[in-house]
């Protein structure tokens, strides 16, 4: 199996407290992996230990089957990245920064920046400049920064902050492209959970510097509880029938209208026509499966230190 990423043990220090602490992570070749974390769980220094911007205090990283050393920066033709709050020039328009960008990166290809551009929703703005345009604005063009070049390796922290649903969805379907189309591979760190869930094919879970989770998507999913979720107005007597008519016991009692019913032996058509011969009014019943953020909540929970 090809990696595009692996590193060992990898550990930051900052004044002698670990930021980042024995960090396996294993990245492979033309997936999008899912970074989780809270702020401050130290996602963003994995990363930018990831592209050589600061240094590790022990460890080990390879990227593209080449060890990485102090002095590496080769390698960073081959990867995009946005790394925390985006940063322009200022007094240089949008075209300028991005012109800039490309003469750094030694790729000459004004139509690629016209591409990137287009791809991220920002047609017309290459004549504005970066302080004149909004914070989702600013994001979307720092994901144009960084596919410019096409690279092999997109490294992006956060990048949806500061978008609506639409630009939310647009990105979705830009990461999901990149991946399919141009083979690219992705680490993309977010809160939103529910968007890390429809994109990614592996989920790093991170918490106080901690990798304490890694596993692929359909494995997590494929361990996640499945239940029946019914709504009703009465709750209280809806459980007891469940439990005195059908012999459910396991389950779990949300709010003052939900219910979770785990003993999914027992068929839907069953509970429904149970609850209605006993004058119980159902505004919906379904059958769901534990989200990945109910995942990552509890793996988070589950992992706090003891008192």
Not at 117 to 137: A, C, T, Y
Request: glycine share 6%.
């Amino acid at each position: 199996m090809s990696y595009v990423v692996q590193t060992n043990n990898l550990t930051k220090k900052f004044q002698e407290k670990d930021v980042v602490s024995n960090v396996n992570m294993n990245i492979k070749k033309g997936e999008i992996y899912g970074f989780l974390g809270a702020n401050g769980a130290g996602k963003s220094t994995v990363m930018k230990m990831l592209t050589n911007m600061i240094k590790p205090s022990y460890g080990d990283i390879t990227i593209f089957g080449e060890p990485l050393k102090h002095n590496s920066f080769d390698y960073l033709k081959r990867i995009g990245s946005m790394i925390e709050y985006p940063i322009f020039f200022e007094k240089m328009t949008v075209l300028e920064n991005l012109e800039l960008h490309c003469a750094y990166m030694g790729y000459h290809n004004k139509q690629a920046i016209r591409d990137a551009l287009d791809r991220v929703g920002l047609e017309n703005v290459e004549n504005k400049l970066p302080k004149n345009i909004s914070l989702g604005m600013r994001q979307r063009l720092c994901v144009a920064r960084a596919i410019i070049t096409k690279p092999e390796f997109l490294i992006l922290d956060e990048p949806i902050n500061g978008l609506d649903p639409a630009g939310i969805k647009a990105m979705r379907q830009l990461f999901k492209m990149l991946n399919k189309e141009y083979g690219m591979t992705l680490l993309i760190s977010s809160h939103i959970i529910g968007e890390i869930e429809q994109i990614a094919d592996t989920i790093g879970v991170i918490k106080s510097g901690k990798l304490i989770e890694e596993a692929p998507m359909d494995a997590i999913k494929a361990r996640n509880t499945e239940y029946i979720e019914l709504v009703t107005s009465n709750q209280r007597k809806a459980a007891m029938i469940l439990h005195d008519k059908l012999g459910i016991n396991n389950l779990k009692v949300i709010d003052h209208q939900v219910i979770r019913i785990y003993a999914t032996e027992v068929p839907q058509s069953a509970i429904s026509k149970t609850l209605i011969l006993e004058d119980i009014s159902i505004e919906s019943i379904n059958k769901k499966r534990t989200s990945l953020e109910e995942y990552f909540i509890k793996k988070v929970e589950l992992d706090q230190p003891t008192s």
